[in-house]
């Protein structure tokens, strides 16, 4: 069994039918959801895509086709980026989609959650918004 996959674990994938897996682009982290997605699909649960977390963190990170061909060649539902406002909104108590809306993680989670839900996610950002963004980058 991977690591941290438990009797609690295994008794939540067979409390589920469906579910996503999160990962980080290192082998490591890779290989080990695979070993759960295995366990999961053993146990009859429908595994949907991958989430990758902390995307463009690692100096020797893996490419999305290595991460699918790893994980049983399951699609890369989204992609979260490395950002420094995430542990700053964990201090603060808040979710990133509401103490940093416009930051990279929140535009990337709201993106994900759209898509999980079958629905477009057309971003709607005021002329202030959009000014913020431009200088952030500039």
């Known amino acids: 069994c991977a690591p941290g996959l438990g009797n609690e674990v295994i008794n939540t994938f067979k409390g589920g039918e469906m579910m996503v897996v999160v990962t980080t682009p290192e ?10 997605v295995q366990i999961a699909t053993d146990l009859g649960v429908d595994v949907k895509g991958i989430v990758v977390n902390r995307s463009g963190h690692f100096k020797a990170e893996m490419k999305d086709d290595q991460i699918t061909s790893t994980i049983n060649d399951l699609p890369i539902l989204g992609k979260i980026p490395e950002d420094s406002t995430v542990p700053t909104s964990i201090a603060e108590g808040v979710p990133v989609v ?10 990337a989670y709201k993106r994900l959650a759209h898509r999980l839900l079958g629905k477009t996610y057309v971003e709607r950002l005021s002329l202030m918004d959009q000014l913020n963004l431009f200088l952030k980058n500039y």
């Not at 082998?27 to 759960?36: G, R």
């Not at 416009?102 to 535009?107: D, F, G, I, Y």
């Open 98 to 107: 509401f103490g940093h809306p416009l930051s990279p993680a929140a535009r």
């Open 27 to 36: 082998l490591p982290s890779v290989a080990d959801t695979a070993k759960s």
